[in-house]
Each structure stands twice: as structure tokens, then as C-alpha cells.
């Protein structure tokens, strides 16, 4: 495993990135969680540490974990859609480069043999692990979250840009974070 992700961390297929390739995730063969979120943002690829911003910070409150099991890769993997900030456009981050997972994923996700949950982070990211119809909106498809229990749950992404996503949902902090914070808590015990 350690050569797969050296290849990933080496990848210089998106060449032509507005910030050149950096790929970033998170990975050991122990980890019992898997983080799957988009793509990197301009802090985290400034930075080179994944969700080390203010989505991070409202991920890991919704986890109920604090940095240092975050960033414990024997606990919890972290491997976005697109491992390398894609850039932006006029409604902000553009989307992951489908290159990544068709690339990478794969060989990445069957090298997690102690996998028990996946968190599964934004649209991108929905469509790729859940294959829901595309009539499905985010909010139905997290909605929906008891149907993908124990192995997996659909969350919106933690960015401040979804306040008002969670404002509209009062259903999700209410009813969704503590079953989500329980779970991850089981997990690391």
C-alpha cells in the first residue's frame, strides 16, 4: 500500500491545475472511518492538510472528535473525489476532476479492509459512492440517511457557504449529528 499512495501523492496528471497538482489525503490501512469530501479548497492546498479550515472545524464538531482523532490516519481516512484544489469559478470552488477517482478510488477503497463507516460529503462525492438518481436532490438524499446505516452516511459539506442548507434543515442537527456523533464515538472506542 505504501507504493499506491506515493503514486498518489506523486500524481501529476492535472498538470494544468490554476494552482499545479498537490494531492491531498489522509490514509492508513487501520482506519475504521472513511471521510469521502470533494476536492481540496486554496487554504487546504496552501496548507497540504485536508479540511485544516472552517469546514474542517464544523466536520469534526459534527463528529464530536477533536484534531487530534481527526488527523489520526489509523482512525480516519480522508479521501476526497479530487485530491487537488480544482480551481475556482463564478459560485466558488469548481468541481473534482473526474481523473481522481477513476484513477485512484478504486484501488484506494479496497485497501481499507477495516472500513466501517463512510461519511460521505457533498454532491460530488454522493454521486460517486450512492449512485442516487439524478432527481434526487442533497437535502433528499441526507434525508434519507437511515437507509444507508450502519455502513455509510450522506452529509451536506460543512462550508459556512451552507448556512443557510442548515438553517432550512433543522432536521439534520437535530435528529442526523447525534446518531452521526454516537456512531463515529462507537468506532473509536
Known amino acids: 500500500m505504501t507504493n499506491l499512495i506515493e503514486k498518489v501523492r506523486s500524481c501529476t496528471l492535472c498538470q ?3 494552482l499545479g497538482p ?17 476536492a481540496p479548497g486554496r487554504i487546504t492546498h496552501h496548507k497540504g492538510i485536508p479540511f485544516d479550515d472552517p469546514s474542517g472545524e464544523r ?6 472528535i477533536d484534531r487530534a482523532v481527526f488527523y489520526d490516519a489509523k482512525k480516519i481516512a ?16 469548481l468541481p473534482p476532476r473526474t481523473i481522481c477517482a477513476e484513477t485512484w478510488h478504486q484501488q484506494l477503497l479496497t485497501s481499507l479492509p477495516k472500513l466501517e463507516l463512510t461519511l460521505i460529503i457533498g454532491r460530488y462525492a454522493l454521486d ?24 455509510h452516511i450522506p452529509l451536506p ?3 459556512p457557504r451552507n448556512n443557510r442548507w442548515l438553517k432550512n434543515n433543522p432536521w439534520f442537527e437535530e ?3 447525534p446518531i452521526l456523533k ?3 464515538q462507537s468506532l473509536l472506542d
Do not use: E
Open 16 to 18: 494544468d491545475l490554476p
Open 22 to 38: 498537490r494531492p491531498i489525503l489522509q490514509y492508513s490501512a487501520d482506519a475504521k472511518i472513511l471521510i469521502a469530501g470533494q
Open 59 to 64: 466536520l469534526r464538531d459534527w463528529m464530536g
Open 78 to 93: 480522508i479521501i476526497p473525489m479530487g485530491f487537488c484544489f480544482p480551481g475556482t469559478g463564478k459560485n466558488g470552488d
Open 128 to 151: 460517486w459512492h450512492l449512485k442516487p438518481s439524478k432527481q434526487q436532490t442533497l437535502t433528499n438524499i441526507v434525508n434519507d440517511w437511515p437507509s444507508y446505516l450502519p455502513s
Open 157 to 159: 459539506h460543512p462550508s
Open 175 to 177: 435528529t442526523l449529528l
Open 182 to 184: 454516537q456512531r463515529v
